[in-house]
């Protein structure tokens, strides 16, 4: 069975750093693209960072300078470093591997494994 969990949300202040985990099994991650997502109460699902199977990597312009992308193949999981955290940065946030493709998008899709998600909240 196709599976990621993610981890590492929580309550942060503005300003502050997270670090969210995706952990893969049933499947080895580095052989697809990984996508993270994120959705905040009221909006539709956005594409926030994605890495390819190759190593590419996409950022939304909202989170770009801020956000980083990583995988750790050892540990088959994708990790996404968050600095500088805004309130507006507040979501749920999923991996998924996006109809299990190759190659990076930012378009959610109902094939391929997601995630349960991980709630990260930034808030004074």
């Known amino acids: 069975q196709l599976q990621l969990v993610e981890s590492g949300g929580g309550l942060v202040q503005p300003g502050g750093s997270l670090r969210l985990s995706c952990v893969a099994s049933?499947?080895?991650?580095?052989?697809?693209?990984i996508t993270w997502f994120r959705q905040a109460p009221g909006k539709e699902r956005e594409g926030v960072s994605c890495?390819?199977?190759?190593?590419?990597?996409n950022y939304a312009d909202s989170v770009k300078g801020r956000f980083t992308i990583s995988r750790d193949n050892a540990k088959n999981t994708v990790y996404l470093q968050m600095n500088s955290l805004k309130p507006e940065d507040t979501a749920v946030y999923y991996c998924?591997?996006?109809?299990?493709?190759?190659?990076?998008?930012?378009?959610?899709?109902?094939?391929?494994?997601w995630g349960q998600g991980t709630q990260v909240t930034v808030s004074s």
């Open positions: 998924a591997a996006p109809g299990l493709r190759y190659m990076c998008t930012m378009t959610p899709s109902s094939a391929g494994p």
């Open positions: 049933g499947f080895t991650l580095h052989y697809y693209a």
């Open positions: 890495i390819s199977a190759s190593g590419s990597i």
